[in-house]
C-alpha cells in the first residue's frame, strides 16, 4: 500500500487569533496559521507530522497541503524550505473564514486536482497532534492488512467531554458501526473521539462529490466538520479504527502553549 498525505491547513484560526490580539505579549504570532506555529524543537507545527512521514518512507513528493488564498505564500514558503514540491500546496481560493469552503469540500478539491481519487490518502488537520507514544508505522502497518478499509485514529475521552466531540461506536473488530454527534454520555457505552487522522481508501474518496451534493442548501457546518462525512461514509464503506493514547487540541492561545511546553520535552 502506497499513502499519500494530505494536510487540510486551509482553516483560519479564528479563536486563537483573537486570544493572540488579547494578549501583547504573543503579537509576533498574529496572522500565523495554526499549522506553521512554531511548535517544540520544530518551525512549525506541521514539520512535526513532515519529518513524522518523511522517516516512515512517505517521500516530500507524497506530502500535498490545501490551504487558503490568505495563507498560501506562507505555504509555500513553508513547502519551499522543506523540500516539498511548491506544485503539491493547492490554493483553494478564499479569503476569510466567512467565505470558506469547509473542511470536506477541501478535502475533495484537492484529491481531484493532485489526481489522487485512486490513492490511500491520508487526511491529517492542520491542528492535529498525538502524543509522544504515537508510533505511526503500527497505524501503517494496521491500515495494509485491510487494504480496502479506510481507517481512523480513535482515544478515549472522560465522560464530561463526550458531549462535546463526536463519538464512534464500532463492533468486537473495531469496525465503525455508529457515529453519534455530541451526545450525552447515557446516549452511548463509547467514549471514542476521532480527530482528523483519517486514512481514506479509494472507494471512500469516491463519496465526497456525493456527501457534498447531498449537504447542498444545508449549513457551512456540515461540509466544514470531516466528522459528517464519517457518518455518511461509514455506512457505505467499511471503516476501522486504530486506538490511541490521546491528543493535544491547539483551539487556542492557552492549549497551543500547552502544546508548545509539551512538545518541548520530547
Not at 23 to 39: E, N
Not at 115 to 136: M, P, R
Amino acid at each position: 500500500m502506497v499513502i499519500k498525505v494530505l494536510l487540510l491547513v486551509a482553516g483560519y484560526g479564528t479563536r486563537l487569533q483573537q486570544d493572540l490580539r488579547a494578549s501583547p505579549s504573543h503579537h509576533h504570532l498574529l496572522g500565523v496559521p495554526k499549522a506553521l506555529l512554531p511548535l517544540g524543537q520544530e518551525d512549525a507545527l506541521i514539520t512535526y507530522w513532515l519529518d513524522l512521514f518523511k522517516a516512515s518512507g512517505i517521500p516530500a513528493s507524497d506530502i500535498y497541503l490545501v490551504t487558503n488564498a490568505a495563507s498560501y505564500s506562507v505555504f509555500v514558503s513553508w513547502a519551499n524550505r522543506h523540500q516539498v514540491p511548491l506544485v503539491n500546496v493547492f490554493n483553494d481560493g478564499t479569503m476569510s473564514n466567512e467565505d470558506r469552503l469547509g473542511a470536506v469540500p477541501d478535502i475533495n478539491l484537492a484529491v481531484k486536482h493532485f489526481g489522487l481519487g485512486q490513492d490511500s490518502v491520508l487526511v491529517v488537520g492542520g491542528d492535529t497532534l498525538f502524543l509522544k507514544d504515537f508510533v505511526f508505522n503500527n497505524f501503517f502497518q494496521t491500515a495494509k492488512t485491510h487494504p480496502n478499509r479506510s481507517l481512523v485514529t480513535v482515544y478515549s475521552v472522560p465522560d464530561e467531554d463526550v458531549s462535546k466531540v463526536g463519538i464512534i461506536e464500532t463492533n468486537s473488530k473495531g469496525v465503525v458501526t455508529s457515529f453519534l454527534e455530541k451526545p450525552e454520555p447515557s446516549e452511548t457505552s463509547s467514549r471514542y473521539a476521532c480527530p482528523c487522522f483519517y486514512l481514506f481508501v479509494p472507494n471512500a474518496l469516491s463519496l465526497l462529490d456525493a456527501f457534498i451534493d447531498e449537504s447542498k442548501g444545508k449549513p457551512k457546518e456540515e461540509v466544514d466538520a470531516t466528522g459528517k462525512f464519517l457518518a455518511y461514509l461509514f455506512p457505505r464503506c467499511p471503516v476501522g479504527t486504530f486506538p490511541i493514547s490521546g491528543r493535544i487540541d491547539v483551539g487556542g492561545l492557552s492549549s497551543y502553549l500547552q502544546a508548545d511546553v509539551y512538545y518541548k520535552s520530547m
